[in-house]
Every structure is written in structure tokens, then in C-alpha cells.
């Protein structure tokens, strides 16, 4: 006999809560912003109850907060911000050492392309952002771990709606496009500790980039 194969469909709970968080994440819901269950019920066209259960999942992760009888984006301190920026660094570097030895001619080829493409995006930050996370994270799945992937993701998505904040200047992304230009060359290179160098450089820059344009 066949086995059956179930397949999951999304529950609203499950939908609301994806598009929340992709609100979170690209700034259209930004650190700090108040959020109304009603306002996201009807923005969605939901009950509330879909909106209530997104929202807890949300706080288990780290995204929103419940502070008495209102809900907040969450808006982390300069202290965690430098705790989290220093995790990225200590995973990306051990992520980049795993990767390196299965990036060959065919992947660098890859990676030239995705960092053309972000510079003809600069006039649009939001884009951007979303092409250098593409970027990085092509570069990781050659390690070909999912549990650093899977990792790596869980601590971007803490900082990804400050990135939207480091985005807005262009003097930084054409700095950041320098470096993303760099690390194909090391990687061409055989350069492996001036890639290593080079990676941690690169997320410090962009913590302290980060604090700087904190309120």
C-alpha cells in the first residue's frame, strides 16, 4: 500500500504571523512602534484571534514585546545590539571557514553577479538589503550545514530591521559593495586569513554604523 503523504497547509495564525514579521523585517513596522491587534485584523482581514496567536509566537521569538495591555516592536539597547553583532561575527567567521573549501570558479562566478546586481540597487536601500542577505547567505550554504544556516538566520533576523537604518546611507553601501568586491578577490585568492580579517571587519563596521544612527 501507498504511503500518504500529508501535506501542511498554513494555518491564518501562520500566515499573519509571516507577514508581520516580513513588516518587522524590511522597517514597515519599525523598533519601538506600537502595535494594534485590531489594526492588524482588519489590515489582513482576519478575526483577531489569527493576530493574538501570531503575536505570541512573535514574542517567543524576540520580535515584539507585552508590556501591560499593549504590544510593542522590539527595540533592542545598544548593549544588545553589540552582544548580537559579536555572535554574527563569531558564527559568519566559523560559517565562512566551513564554506570556503567548496567555493571554486562556478561559485565566485555566482557571487560576482549577486554584488553587480546590489550595486544597481543602491538608489533603493530596501533592495539592498534584501540582495546582501542573499549575498551572505549563498556564501554560507556552501558550508553546506543547515543547523548554521538555520542559526546564522535566527540571529539576522534580531538586527535585520536595523539594518534598514544602516541602509539609508549611501556612503555605506558603496563601502560595504568595496568589501563584498574584496572578499570575492581573497576568495579567488586562496586567502583565507585575509577573508577571515575581512568578514569581521565587515559586521563590526556595520555595528558601529548601526549605533551611530541610534536615538
Not at 500529508?6 to 523585517?25: C, D, G, K, N
Not at 491587534?37 to 509566537?57: C, F, H, Q
Not at 554574527?88 to 571554486?104: D, K, T
Request: hydrophobic letters at 35%; a neutral charge; one cysteine or more.
Amino acid at each position: 500500500m501507498d504511503q500518504k503523504e500529508i501535506v501542511a497547509v498554513p494555518t491564518l495564525a501562520q500566515e499573519v504571523y509571516t507577514r508581520i514579521r516580513e513588516s518587522i523585517m524590511n522597517g514597515d513596522l519599525v523598533p519601538g512602534e506600537k502595535i494594534s491587534i485590531r489594526k492588524m485584523a482588519e489590515r489582513y482581514g482576519v478575526s483577531t484571534m489569527p493576530v493574538r496567536e501570531a503575536l505570541n509566537k512573535l514574542q517567543s521569538e524576540g520580535f515584539v514585546r507585552f508590556e501591560r495591555r499593549s504590544i510593542y516592536v522590539s527595540q533592542l539597547s545598544a548593549k544588545e545590539l553589540v552582544e548580537i553583532f559579536q555572535i554574527r561575527i563569531n558564527l559568519e567567521r566559523m560559517a565562512m571557514e566551513w564554506s570556503y573549501p567548496n567555493i571554486g570558479e562556478k561559485e565566485i562566478e555566482e557571487l560576482t553577479k549577486m554584488v553587480i546586481k546590489m550595486d544597481q540597487s543602491i538608489p533603493s536601500p530596501i533592495e539592498w538589503n534584501g540582495l546582501n542577505k542573499q549575498f551572505h547567505t549563498k556564501i554560507y550554504s556552501y558550508s553546506t550545514s543547515k543547523p548554521m544556516l538555520e542559526m546564522l538566520n535566527a540571529v539576522w533576523g534580531r538586527v535585520d530591521p536595523y539594518m534598514n537604518i544602516y541602509s539609508t546611507s549611501s556612503y555605506y553601501l558603496s563601502l560595504s559593495q568595496k568589501e563584498h568586491y574584496q572578499m570575492i578577490d581573497y576568495m579567488r585568492k586562496k586567502e583565507i586569513d585575509l577573508l577571515l580579517e575581512l568578514t569581521t571587519n565587515h559586521i563590526q563596521k556595520t555595528c558601529n554604523a548601526v549605533l551611530e544612527k541610534l536615538p
